[in-house]
């Protein structure tokens, strides 16, 4: 009989305790507040599902909802392709590919805040370089007035902010291409398109994966910069679904609605990272796979 | 299919001041139209950068390639049509594998009907007819060089196939088929095909020229038998054959050959040797054969080591300073260790060098 060595659990137990702290237990105190109507802290009722049930009919988080869905799917389609492009015109090597990765790599480093103001003073139409601009140029843009001005303004700083991004990780893609495969290229008589569509796209996949759930999930849960910018304004234009979450929690108290609506915002998050993740990893393997079980 | 003609160097510095600069001193060299030839030679010997000058991928940085007599230094790999089969499997992982091998037909724009029959043929060659519909990525990394081999070859109509170690990963067994597929293919199909390699089995028997190269230089260009039988150059003796020829220090005194303070009496070409003075003997493993004691030619050696391959005994022995290997019968029992015997030195393959060039025979 084999035996079996339990040690191996020892070396697990800090990881496990890390989690628990940092994950699982924070989890179930939310769990524990989405089922309570907490009155005091001393005071506290036990109501089922009811907070789950309201959160569902709130007709204001499905507008957020549908916002933030909007808003995240925009910052997909421009974020990814603009980045995809933006690495394949770096250059490759040499002192100018230094400085260009620096001065692409500024607004990473930006903290999410500042960022914020920056572009708060950036869009002002008397001081700000954007809004003066726009101004000059005749347009009637107002980013605190208008909401779509708001919420253009919002999706621009995104694109400003995270598009280097996806440009970094797609460079590091590219650059980890063999040479051998350009040179196979220029054997078989490749046109450009040709060697991005059958040799860069394809070898950029992993990449482009991590690239579209990093940009997915921080969309998705994007708080700090309209907070800042626009306050969530004009009207409820620019609420994302953590602005709304946090004025329910911390601006109205509301511990309850606002774990429920806490589990119901990671659930939305989860599964739809799973069907993304899955969905990329069947453009790569599905009809290989696909084909095996034909051949098979 | 095309003749070319190599007249050139090449540095991948900008302006090379000696000759350890040059990845390839001047040479002079062609290639004969339907001719299958080699690139032997050690790694970093210049083999592969040779290629990509032929094919296009490096333009050098002296002198001139002519395909047909036409100035070619410039052109792109497309304008030659060359065909080229890299190292490592170089396949498109979306395509399926009749759509990497149509790939190169495509780009040039080939009815589609066209591209079907050549793609069929091409697959039916390589022994892949029932992948075709398979997607390349998943394969392993044999079938993925096999594809690429196809792609090498799908076109009719190239100036030359060039081949940069295609074997490498290929496992031994595979190696032999896809080399017999090759050279049935070259047969067929008369195209010029020139393969890098390292290995000099593969060389010899692919290939009927082998062009031996060493430090951007090519030392000898010739047929498996004349690279065996007759190195012009010691690097050639050395590295063709296992184990390599053996070399010994001698030197002309009184009117025959001296290694190590014995005569061993005269050799081919006495005036040439005499006027080297002091040169290199050369001689394979294989043509050192166990002699009487006293014979003319033979020296005197202690044994060090034997070894028993199987189908020949491998005897190293010491004399002075200097090991010979010689290649024996194992009928007879090898002789102990530590054991004196005569070896012959001087026969019709023995060969003399002086600053590493064939001097005589």
């Known amino acids: 009989m084999k035996t079996v060595d339990q040690k191996a659990w020892l070396l697990v137990l800090p990881v496990v305790v890390c989690v628990a702290f940092s994950a699982v237990l924070p989890l179930m105190t939310v769990m524990n507040y989405s089922v309570q109507d907490i009155i005091s802290p001393q005071r506290r009722v036990f109501v089922g599902t009811e907070w789950f049930v309201a959160v569902m009919r709130d007709s204001e988080l499905h507008d957020a909802l549908v916002r933030q869905i909007l808003f995240s799917l925009a910052v997909l389609a421009i974020q990814v392709p603009l980045g995809i492009a933006l690495a394949l015109s770096m250059p490759a090597s040499g002192w100018r590919a230094s400085a260009v990765l620096v001065l692409v790599a500024i607004s990473l480093l930006i903290p999410w805040n500042v960022v914020g103001t920056i572009w708060q003073i950036f869009g002002r139409t008397d001081i700000g370089l954007l809004g003066a601009s726009l101004a000059a140029l005749g347009f009637d843009y107002n980013y605190t007035g208008d909401p779509l001005d708001a919420w253009l303004t919002v999706l621009v700083m995104d694109v400003w902010h995270w598009t280097p991004l996806v440009a970094l990780l797609c460079y590091a893609g590219l650059r980890a291409i063999p040479d051998a495969y350009y040179q196979a290229a220029r054997i078989d008589g490749a046109s450009p398109f040709a060697v991005f569509r059958y040799i860069q796209l394809p070898k950029l996949r992993g990449v482009l994966m991590i690239a579209v759930l990093l940009r997915f999930m921080d969309s998705f849960m994007i708080y700090t910069e309209p907070f800042v910018l626009t306050g969530g304004g004009p009207g409820n234009a620019t609420t994302f679904l953590s602005q709304y979450l946090t004025q329910k929690a911390v601006g109205q108290f509301d511990l309850g609605p606002a774990a429920a609506f806490s589990l119901i915002y990671f659930l939305i998050i989860l599964l739809l990272c799973f069907v993304l993740y899955n969905w990329m990893l069947r453009v790569g393997q599905g009809d290989a796979a696909a084909q095996q079980a034909g051949h098979g | ?361």
């Open chain 2, 1 to 361: 299919m095309a003749r070319i003609d190599l007249d050139l160097a090449h540095s991948y510095r900008p302006s090379p001041r000696n000759d350890d600069d040059y990845a390839l001193l001047p040479l002079k060299l062609s290639f004969a139209d339907g001719g299958a030839y080699a690139l032997l030679g050690p790694s970093g010997c210049g083999k592969t950068t040779m290629l990509n000058i032929v094919s296009g991928l490096v333009t050098p940085s002296h002198g001139t390639v002519l395909f047909d007599g036409r100035d070619m230094t410039h052109a792109s790999p497309q304008q030659r049509n060359i065909a080229q089969v890299f190292q490592f499997p170089v396949i498109y992982d979306t395509m399926t594998v009749a759509g990497n091998l149509a790939f190169p037909l495509r780009n040039r724009g080939m009815p589609r009907e066209r591209i079907r029959q050549r793609v069929g043929q091409i697959a039916e060659m390589l022994e892949m007819s029932d992948l075709l519909d398979v997607r390349a990525a998943g394969l392993s990394a044999d079938t993925k060089q096999k594809i690429s081999l196809g792609r090498g070859l799908v076109r009719e109509d190239v100036s030359a196939v060039l081949f940069d170690e295609p074997l490498t990963v290929i496992d031994p067994q595979l190696k032999w088929q896809l080399r017999r597929h090759l050279k049935q293919i070259h047969k067929e199909l008369k195209l010029t095909l020139v393969y890098v390699t390292h290995d000099q089995v593969e060389a010899l028997t692919f290939a009927e020229q082998v062009i031996v190269m060493t430090r951007g230089r090519v030392v000898q260009i010739g047929s498996a038998a004349q690279l065996f039988e007759r190195p012009e150059h010691s690097f050639v003796g050395y590295f063709i054959g296992s184990p390599g020829m053996n070399f010994l220090p001698a030197r002309w005194r009184d009117g025959g050959i001296e290694v190590d303070g014995h005569r061993l009496g005269a050799g081919p070409e006495p005036q040439r040797l005499a006027a080297a003075g002091e040169f290199t003997l050369g001689v394979r493993p294989e043509h050192v054969g166990l002699a009487a004691p006293g014979a003319p030619g033979a020296l005197p050696v202690q044994v060090q080591k034997t070894q028993d391959v199987g189908t020949y005994g491998l005897l190293t022995t010491r004399r002075g300073d200097a090991l010979i290997r010689a290649r024996v019968d194992v009928a007879e029992p090898l002789p102990a260790v530590g054991e004196r015997l005569w070896l012959q030195l001087i026969g019709p393959h023995t060969c003399f060098y002086r600053n590493e060039e064939l001097i005589a025979p």
